[in-house]
């Protein structure tokens, strides 16, 4: 393995390992509404990017995004992870990260679904049983909860919409991820003050707890997201795809084992496709990355 696929590799690991692992500071922070939150998560993104970007000497990159074609895009997925960020506090507040796994399972499957349907992709037979499987185990997921499960389905499809408008903007992800967090600032900023003004407790019960809870909020958003633009310039895409999977399935085991959800033989059978349909999609994408190292070139 050389130098550059291990510091990709420890890199995806890191950026997975802090996804899987966020709902036990949301949790910390449950006593603090959802949208407050979101906005010291956007406030303190801003400067821990900046600072990011000047240690890695990439300041330069953000005069890629001043055209105003690519500000609107970008205005377009700062709206969508910000609502992705939303409802994924309000879940975990909410004891549903069981559900919200669900979302971030399906989410690769999704991602194929677009790319059928918008980017004229033809899907092999294995990704079409991949698909039809998910989809089965949403419905089973349905059952379950007893109605549709809105909260996986938004945390899927916003995080899809919002990688499909990334796919296709030319610009360094991490200069990226600063531009939208610099269109969401004035908005969260807006926000904290008339929290504060409506009698509200900006830094949740004041303790040293939370004030240093709070400002990790920058740093938790921006570091997983700086690791991850590190990986993907260095892994294939099958690789980062496989371990794509890390995160949910921490949020599973964390909802399961430390959060004590409910878990019965409804969700075993809805979690029972998915995983099959992920095992049916991995085996597929190895089967279709060892074919190019084989296949001669010219």
């Known amino acids: 393995m050389s130098q550059s ?8 690991l890191g950026a997975y390992l802090i996804w899987g692992m966020l709902p036990l500071y949301f949790k910390a922070l449950g006593h603090i509404a959802p949208e407050l939150m979101l906005a010291h998560r956007i406030v303190w993104s801003l400067p821990t990017g900046l600072i990011l970007l000047a240690i890695a000497g990439a300041l330069p990159e953000l005069k890629a995004a001043l055209n105003r074609k690519m500000a609107a895009w970008l205005a377009v997925s700062a709206l969508l992870i910000a609502g992705n960020w939303l409802v994924y506090i309000w879940a975990v507040g ?9 979302g971030y399972y399906v989410n690769p499957l999704v991602n194929v679904a677009i790319g059928a349907v918008f980017l004229t992709e033809r899907l092999r037979p294995m990704q079409w049983s991949a698909v039809a499987l998910a989809a089965i185990g949403v419905g089973v997921m349905a059952l379950a909860l007893g109605a549709v499960p809105v909260v996986a389905l938004f945390l899927c499809f916003s995080f899809a919409g919002y990688s499909l408008i990334r796919k296709f903007l030319v610009i360094d992800g991490r200069a990226g991820f600063v531009v939208e967090a610099a269109i969401l600032f004035p908005l969260a900023v807006l926000w904290l003050f008339q929290f504060d003004g409506g009698g509200g407790a900006v830094w949740g019960e004041g303790t040293a707890r939370d004030i240093g809870l709070l400002l990790l909020a920058g740093p938790l958003t921006a570091f997983p997201l700086i690791l991850f633009a590190l990986a993907a310039k260095r892994l294939t895409f099958t690789t980062v795809g496989m371990m794509q999977y890390i995160g949910p399935t921490l949020q599973f085991l964390l909802a399961i084992v430390v959060f004590r959800e409910v878990f019965g033989p409804t969700h075993s059978v809805a979690f029972g496709f998915i995983w099959t349909a992920l095992l049916v999609f991995s085996l597929d994408s190895l089967k279709m990355a060892r074919r190019a190292k084989v296949t001669p070139v010219g």
């Open 94 to 102: 909410e004891g549903r990260v069981l559900e919200a796994s669900l």
């Open 5 to 12: 696929v291990r510091l990709g590799f420890f890199s995806a």
